[in-house]
Every structure is written in structure tokens, then in C-alpha cells.
């Protein structure tokens, strides 16, 4: 079975910075390979992308997410991770770890090509 974990999220004022992991298993499922990212749902809104990274590197961020999220994986380690610097209130939502098939990243994956989704882990942003 296949298990994306998250971690790393919490509660912080606006300006502050937390960073996100994620660690996948079991070890046969790599997400170098595929195209792995970062989704989040804030109370009554949509579950939307937030940042992608596929198999060769390539990376596509929402708008709101450009210049203030890195998305970044530890190949050896198998680990994906989110650093979110000056954040703000509208960032807070549960953030989940998603994992859709191999290929390359064109544009920011839809829901409905998620293969694999973590429990979430919550991001409050106050003032």
C-alpha cells in the first residue's frame, strides 16, 4: 500500500515561514518518477494545486504561490518538501501531499490525475 505522509505544518503569524515534507513508501514507489506536488483546501473552497515537480525536474507553481513556495524532492531519500516563506492569511488551508503517474509536467495537474494523496497536514496563517 502505498503511503504519502506529510509534516511539518502548524501555526504561524503572516511574514513567518514553515516548510513541508512529505515522505513516500513503500520504497518501490519513487517519486522521482512522477510528478508529485503539494494541493491544498482552504474551509469552503476547492481543492487546488499549489506546486508540481515531475521526473526531470520541471516545476509549475499556482499564481498565488510564485516567489514565496519552492517545491524541492530528495531523491535519495525519497522525500518531498514545500518551503513557504512569507506567508499570508489566505494560505491557510490543509495542504496534501499528491502523487500522479510518470511524465512530464506541462501544466498544473488536475485533481482527477492524482494517482495518490496524503492525510494532509493543516497550515493556519494569522495576523
Known amino acids: 500500500e502505498v503511503l504519502l505522509a506529510e509534516s511539518g505544518g502548524g501555526s504561524v503569524q503572516a511574514g513567518r515561514s514553515l516548510s513541508l515534507s512529505c515522505t513516500a513508501s513503500?520504497?518501490?514507489?519513487?517519486?522521482?518518477?512522477?510528478?508529485a506536488g503539494w494541493f491544498r483546501q482552504a474551509p469552503g473552497k476547492e481543492r487546488e494545486g499549489v506546486a508540481f515537480i515531475d521526473s526531470v525536474g520541471r516545476k509549475v507553481y499556482h499564481d498565488s504561490a510564485k516567489g514565496r513556495f519552492t517545491i524541492s524532492r530528495d531523491n535519495v531519500e525519497n522525500i518531498l518538501y514545500m518551503q513557504m516563506d512569507s506567508l499570508k492569511l489566505e494560505d491557510t488551508a490543509i495542504y496534501y501531499c499528491?502523487?500522479?503517474?510518470?511524465?512530464?509536467?506541462?501544466?498544473?495537474?488536475?485533481?482527477?490525475?492524482?494517482?495518490?494523496w496524503g492525510q494532509g497536514t493543516e497550515v493556519s496563517v494569522s495576523s
Open positions: 499528491a502523487a500522479a503517474g510518470e511524465g512530464q509536467l506541462a501544466t498544473m495537474p488536475r485533481r482527477s490525475a492524482i494517482g495518490f
Open positions: 513503500p520504497s518501490g514507489f519513487t517519486l522521482s518518477n512522477r510528478r
